[in-house]
């Protein structure tokens, strides 16, 4: 099994959500833990990273050896994941 490792923006968006998609988005980190490439899982055009839906949540990662980095986790219908994702280029 992996290790994790959460960007701040990540454990900020984690803790901003009520209960029930706080559980779902856990959940599909534990499942990434095990498994990294899921079978819904897409590599993004133009960056090193991986993205999955939970929901109407998107979470971007990356696997660098035994580690899980999830870079960004946010709604899937706004831009606002990519361009955190540019802020951290």
Do not use: C, W
Request: aromatic share 8%; net charge positive; glycine share 6%.
């Amino acid at each position: 099994m992996l290790k994790l490792d959460l960007s701040r923006d990540a454990i900020g968006f984690l803790e901003s959500l009520p209960a029930k998609q706080y559980k779902q988005i856990v959940n599909a980190v534990l499942t990434l833990l095990k498994d990294p490439e899921l079978h819904d899982a897409k590599k993004l055009v133009g960056y090193p990273y991986f993205r999955v839906d939970v929901g109407e949540y998107r979470i971007v990662y990356d696997t660098q050896g035994e580690m899980l980095r999830v870079i960004v986790i946010g709604k899937r219908n706004d831009d606002a994941v990519y361009k955190a994702l540019k802020r951290k280029e």
